[in-house]
Each structure stands twice: as C-alpha cells, then as structure tokens.
C-alpha cells in the first residue's frame, strides 16, 4: 500500500469516528445501555476464562444494601448440566446462578442480586457478548441446588446466559420493541 492510499484510509477512518460519535451521546456507558439486547441465538464459539472472569469482578463489585453482598455465583460450563436449566443452550455458552442469602433481616437479597446480575450483563454486552436474563428457570434449578453445588442458606434468584451471538442475528430485527417513554414514565407536577 503506498502512501498516499494510507493517507486516505487514515482520514477516512478519523471522518468516521466523528459521525460515529456525532451519534451517540458521548459516553461510552450510556452509550453501551443504550444499545445492549437481550440474543436468543448463541454460537458454540465458548466465552474464554478471561471474559468470565471480568464478568464475575463486575458482578462482585456491584452495590448492595448495607454492602451485605448477599450473593453467590456458580459458574455452570457443563453442556449437560446446562440443558437441565435451559434447554436451548449450545456448547461454549456459560450460565452464571446468582443465588441469595435465604433469610435476610432488613436486607435485600432478591433485589442485590438483580443489581450484581445487571453489572454482569452490560460487562459481557461490553466485551462483545450475548447475554440473557433468565429468571422461570431459577426456580426449576432450586430443585437441584444441592447438585448444582450451590451453597448451603442459598436459593437461586436469577439465571445469566452468556455466550458468542450468532453474527446472521442483530439488536434490530432480532430484539423485541421497547415500550415509548411516554408509556412508562410519569412526572409529579
């Protein structure tokens, strides 16, 4: 390539980024919100042990009341074990059980792990991932705590998928319409 032809790739990849930022709101969170979906199809490409593991530090370091931290994770990578839970699980994906203290005077369990689970969607939405909520199954997988190795004074609350999306697949026609602001949001005059 010479350089004139690098020059030109140069300014046009500077050109670009500009209308790409022109289009977003200038912060990479929000930006990642604003644009994260819940995929239904998975690749068997697996999630590596360092995507996981950046997923879990962000699940660990989400807030809580009190900072009571009522949650465990119990990483499930066995394809088996994983069809018992979710049936439509491919090879390579991950599920992620964030169990709940049991009994919890003046906490907030259930919700505490709703918030550690959120921080694990939007890191694996981050890292290029697929990742899906799951919250029918955890009361089916409670049958098989015991099994699933889940702690003793644990139940699970919710379920996290996570995996490689299929690429023919995209947010646009694959994710179901989100409801109008106007529909869900109110305003005390």
Do not use: H
Request: proline share 4%; net charge positive.
């Amino acid at each position: 390539m010479n350089r004139k032809s690098i020059l030109i790739l140069l300014i046009a990849l500077m050109f670009s980024s500009q209308v790409i930022r022109a289009q977003s709101s200038g912060n990479l969170v929000v930006d990642q919100l604003l644009a994260a979906w819940s995929p239904r199809n998975f690749n068997s490409e697996p999630v590596t042990d360092q995507q996981l593991d950046l997923i879990l530090q962000c699940g660990i370091k989400a807030p809580s009341a009190r900072n009571n931290q009522p949650w465990r994770f119990t990483v499930v990578r066995d394809e088996a074990t994983m069809k018992e839970i979710i049936g439509n699980v491919v090879p390579g994906n991950v599920l992620i059980l964030v169990s709940g203290v049991e009994s919890k005077e003046g906490g907030t369990p259930d919700f505490d792990c709703g918030l550690a689970t959120q921080n694990m969607f939007i890191a694996a939405t981050s890292l290029g991932l697929g990742a899906r909520i799951y919250g029918g199954p955890a009361g089916a997988a409670n049958a098989k705590r015991e099994t699933l190795q889940v702690p003793a004074g644990y139940k699970i609350v919710v379920i996290l998928r996570i995996g490689n999306i299929d690429k023919s697949v995209d947010a646009v026609s694959a994710a179901s319409a989100r409801k109008k602001a106007e529909e869900i949001v109110n305003y005390k005059k």
